[in-house]
């Protein structure tokens, strides 16, 4: 694409727009251009917030004062990660703040565009180079800095289409712990964005923040898992009572068929990580104590944790911090259908796998997890509930087309839903385009066997037992 002088100033001042929601251009009094409560004060942000060891009491970011509206506990985790993202990166500075942006202006969204611009321009960038970061050649960065300035759009806009090649090379002009960590970065910018997004989220009056320097108490987060309540699960897609299928129908309207997404899984399985997977005992010195009681066999945390801990650990802090949050008023089992939209949309073999895989500790048979999968990979929904339905094709829309997400979206799932689902779902479903790009990015093995029974400290059932003996006599 070739961007005129207009075109690039348009880019950069794009993000500025955000202030004018503050000062109010809103759809209604009171509420943000995405029909959410406007952001409380910091002073009473504080007030909801955990107990702080550091940084009480100081300005917050507008994103940061609406979720802790709804989720103070998970505002607080996510401020962590926000840090965690912005300031502990191996990846030069200058560098992480371009990618940010790339990522930022790919997915239309004006306030994670200001915030990275502002970043760096505290990191040393000029206004030349920022320019030339939105044309066709960014003459004004190097050619290793360019390749990951295409890894950063590549990984934003079509993260499957990358291949081992660039990652490869990637590897080479940097190495292995900063391209991880790049990978991290890109999977927090997509959740990010499309949850500042769904807020409509107005950037603050004084102009973009620098990263909020806070810690908080780490008895006031969570960091055990929250495991599924057992018992006979109510399945989704089963209780509409012959609703009709109001989701409209475009060509490509999931990825593949079931039995090709099944050889897909089968092949995910058989896939080389693009990186060595380390040993436990290499990094497990690294997380905090508590996080992980024994080795997991899941090749994600070996990934993240083994190469970039200091990036991993506080979403995983943030992801079960939310969970516990949400426990009480979340359909677990309709949320997994969401995420298998996104991984679907995103075209993630990984993370489908693991769909069926926490369908099955949830309580669901191998025959009810091939028909309710069958059921998301078609075009009939109708045995889905319209509120389901709106919010699979919300979530769809949501990680293919970022920039077309708008207020009546939103206002569809909170009047399928009411106000608090309807945060959670907007939120879930911008967190599950992080872990779908963590998997792209790094193109993980999927395990063999589910390793969530460990992961929630589950007993595995006799039936699975039984059913993993038989498969390996079979082999």
């Known amino acids: ?3 005129t002088r207009l075109h690039i100033l348009w880019l950069l ?24 409560p406007l952001p409380m004060s910091s002073e009473k942000c504080w007030q909801k917030l955990p107990k702080a060891l550091d940084g009480n009491g100081q300005e917050l970011p507008t994103w940061a004062r609406m979720l802790a509206q709804e989720m103070p506990k998970t505002a607080a985790a996510f401020l962590e990660l926000d840090l965690a993202q912005r300031t502990l990166s191996p990846v030069e500075p200058k560098l992480r703040a371009a990618m940010r942006w790339i990522a930022a202006r790919d997915n239309c969204c004006s306030y994670a565009m200001a915030t990275a611009q502002a970043d760096a321009k505290r990191s040393g960038a000029t206004v030349e180079q920022f320019l030339s970061l939105a044309t066709e050649r960014q003459a004004r960065w190097s050619e290793n800095e360019r390749v990951a300035l295409l890894f950063a759009h590549l990984m934003t806009v079509d993260s499957d289409s990358i291949t081992d090649e660039l990652f490869d090379d990637l590897v080479r002009r940097f190495d292995k712990r900063q391209v991880a960590s790049m990978v991290l970065l890109l999977a927090y910018s997509n959740f990010q964005d499309r949850f500042l997004n769904c807020l409509g989220a107005p950037l603050e009056e004084t102009g973009p923040m620098p990263p909020v320097k806070l810690k908080f108490a780490p008895d006031e987060l969570v960091s055990k898992t929250t495991p599924p309540s057992r018992g006979t699960p109510k399945v989704p897609g089963s209780e509409a009572n012959g609703t009709a299928d109001v989701i409209e129908d475009a060509s490509g309207f999931t990825w593949l068929s079931y039995p090709q997404l099944q050889d897909r899984l089968n092949k995910q399985r058989q896939r080389k990580t693009r990186l060595p997977i380390p040993e436990w005992d290499t990094f497990s010195s690294n997380l905090p104590k508590g996080l992980m009681d024994k080795p997991s066999d899941i090749v994600w945390y070996r990934i993240a944790f083994g190469y970039a801990h200091e990036l991993a650990v506080p979403f995983e802090i943030y992801m079960r911090t939310a969970g516990s949050e949400v426990a009480t008023n979340w359909d677990r089992l309709f949320g997994n259908c969401i995420f298998w939209m996104v991984t679907d949309a995103i075209k993630c073999p990984y993370c489908m796998g693991h769909c069926e895989m926490n369908w099955e500790v949830a309580g669901l048979e191998q025959n009810q997890i091939a028909e309710l999968s069958q059921q998301l990979a078609g075009s009939d929904w109708s045995n889905f509930t319209i509120p389901q339905q709106h919010a699979l094709a919300f979530a769809r829309s949501l990680t293919q087309k970022p920039c077309d997400v708008n207020r009546h979206h939103l206002d569809l799932l909170r009047e399928g839903f009411g106000q608090q689902q309807a945060f959670f779902i907007a939120l879930n479903a911008s967190r599950y385009n992080y872990m779908t790009r963590i998997s792209n990015g790094f193109q993980l093995t999927l395990e063999s066997e589910n390793p969530f029974w460990d992961y929630y400290k589950m007993k595995t059932p006799d039936s699975t037992i039984q059913k993993t003996q038989t498969t390996g006599d079979a082999k």
Do not use: H, K, Q, V
């Open 1 to 3: 694409m070739r961007y």
């Open 13 to 36: 001042l794009l993000g500025s727009l955000s202030i004018l929601t503050a000062n109010g251009f809103c759809d209604e009094p009171g509420t943000t251009r995405m029909g959410w």
